[in-house]
């Protein structure tokens, strides 16, 4: 590094080059590429989501706005919730951001700094360790544990990492990369440990919708927390309804803390378009019915990819259970970045290197099968001729 | 504070309420308000702006995107500060964010975290101090001086403000609220000093076009930098092109910061819509005769409100050189938060008191004039009784 990086805040210079961004970059411009590799599907956005934002930009919403989102769109998100868990929210309860991350981005600055902890399950969505790193404090992960049946989390381990600088714990479920979704049972018992450590839970329930046993959601820290938990929600747009580029996402979190998360949105964006957040409200208060086709999509993606890689006794990965990733390991093979780089390469299949993802996915890739049954059953095809050469 | 509050990290619960919002939200609803507190136009984004998006919309740009900003951006920012300074620029110097402000955080994570110290003049726009604060440094506020003829910055002074914990040193020519602008020789200046103890400079430089002298520009660092500087530009959509609301802006940054301002934006927002790229592309290519109407409209309306309040003898007040804000003090009275609540109260006139852009802004009042003359004349009769009383 020359002098002018070098002469940058640390945390800043250290802060990672996303592991699935630069295998993207290394064949972004390959010919016949089938794009698996990053977390969105296929669809654009439905038009009826695209039509209320230019009804918001005809009417001229392009003023600053309310902080912490507008009123109609914090309550339909109240009441997005309350059907979803079958209880009363209220708007207090949820404020806008601009896209998950950011959401992400002010629970860590809610929580921790310097010297602190924050612990999470290994792996997982890589954004996460590296806001904290940025914040000067440090991700600890706990490697989940890896058999043909499933990942599961060891939550004894998980709190046997917790130290006197511990503040808070990240859970990701259905889980980004590994479809592991935790039950009600462990969601419970994580609420309690922390309830007894005083530590603050992060939740991270962006794809709750995406879930492959029939069910309509996956078990939420909704279903166990009581008024005065330390929980976080981080959540998105992006998945639900086809809106990835729009950035625009939400934050859950006790409604004492409204003054606090205001101050932390005026000082890093200030808010969100007026306009955007019109398109948002017509996803939440019309958007069930996209959303389930787009859950049945990705369960038909699956399948397709499932059926084809069982053909080849080099592959091995657990069912996913949610989010829409299949993350698959292919014996002989343990550099996954090579391994990435290597197969788009020689079939023009985009997939993200497992070791993005933590240590615990080295050796692993990952294909987001949330992609129509055409460019599926092409890349399938491309893989199996790979694998059996 | 109750429990929950307690239980957050030291510096997110400690930023500050913005002053401007805590007088907004005390009158936001009164009856015959005439806002002139915060700093925007009354004019929507003009159509050429918002067809663009639509475009955009249409085609579908709603896809994850580049996170420095889609190329064609990139290249319209350094085909526009071509032409604004007179000599090449390339696409890899400019990053586009999600606002101004988050230009500003980004400039702030680059450079300073725990223990280190940010200089900047007071008054000044206080999101710059929030969020020194919030990386858990600190803000020196270094007082300018005010005479009728105008304010001033005493740069010796602002220099021996620097400590060994100084990382940067952050300016706003013009200045949001006073109107100060700084020549080219007190860049220059500035710069020399910087550069010989190996500070970093954040220019603001946002309201570069709104100068009142005739000029089509203010002074900028661009015109005295040499490559290897270290200087950090923030910029915004939001006053040129009327696109308060959008949430869309500019980092300038030397080419080499590259991939460390991507990580940034990587872990913060990750990228801006592309279909509000598009919209931003038509601001810079097409956006020249509408960003000249506004300065003349601004100029005029700076005009029409000293006419009216030079009739007062209780009124003191600097000529703004430029930004879109009127400065002022009235006779008698110390506290201007109970003076700002005072005003809207009584005369439906809503301005932002001088307390919350710092120490040495207390006693003074900002009124915007980016406004229809039909407001600011009926703004600035209502002002001349309250003042005649």
Not at 69 to 92: C, K, M, V
Not at 140 to 151: H, I, K, T
Not at 347 to 352: N, Q
Request: aromatic share 10%; charged share 25%; glycine share 10%.
């Amino acid at each position: 590094m020359n002098e002018l990086p070098m002469s940058l805040r640390k945390e800043a210079r250290e802060a990672p080059e996303s592991g699935i961004v630069e295998v993207v970059n290394f064949a972004r411009e390959r010919e016949d590429l089938i794009p698996l590799w990053v977390g969105e599907g296929d669809l654009k956005t439905p038009d009826f989501i695209r039509e209320a934002a230019y009804l918001g930009l005809d009417a001229g919403e392009t003023f600053y706005t309310y902080q912490r989102g507008i009123p109609e769109l914090r309550r339909a998100l109240a009441d997005y919730h309350s059907r979803q868990y079958g209880r009363g929210f209220t708007q207090e309860e949820f404020y806008v951001t601009g896209s998950g991350m950011q959401a992400m981005q002010i629970a860590i600055q809610c929580v921790a700094g310097v010297g602190d902890e924050v612990i999470l399950h290994d792996p997982a969505w890589p954004n996460l360790a590296a806001v904290v790193g940025i914040m000067g404090a440090r991700a600890v992960p706990v490697p989940m544990r890896f058999s043909a049946d499933g990942w599961s989390l060891d939550i004894d381990r998980m709190f046997d990492a917790v130290t006197p600088r511990t503040r808070a714990i990240y859970l990701n479920s259905p889980c980004n990369p590994t479809g592991w979704v935790a039950g009600r049972e462990t969601l419970k018992a994580v609420l309690d440990r922390a309830r007894q450590l005083g530590l603050w839970i992060i939740a991270d329930e962006v794809y709750s919708r995406f879930v492959y046993g029939g069910e309509a959601r996956a078990p939420s820290f909704y279903d166990v927390a009581e008024k005065g938990d330390r929980i976080l929600y981080v959540n998105t747009f992006s998945k639900n309804w086809a809106m990835t580029g729009w950035r625009i996402g939400w934050l859950g979190a006790p409604a004492e803390l409204g003054q606090i998360i205001e101050n932390l949105i005026q000082y890093s964006t200030s808010g969100v378009a007026g306009f955007m957040q019109r398109a948002a409200i017509a996803a939440l208060n019309d958007g069930d019915n996209f959303v389930e086709e787009q859950v049945t999509r990705a369960k038909a993606g699956s399948t397709l990819i499932r059926e084809v890689l069982d053909n080849s006794e080099r592959v091995e990965y657990a069912p996913p259970q949610g989010a829409f990733y299949l993350f698959f390991k292919v014996m002989g093979f343990d550099d996954s970045r090579e391994l990435a780089k290597t197969i788009v390469s020689q079939t023009g299949v985009g997939l993200a290197p497992g070791a993005a993802f933590g240590p615990a996915g080295e050796g692993y890739l990952r294909l987001c099968f949330a992609r129509s049954s055409r460019d599926l059953a092409q890349a399938a095809e491309r893989l199996q001729g790979w694998l059996s050469r």
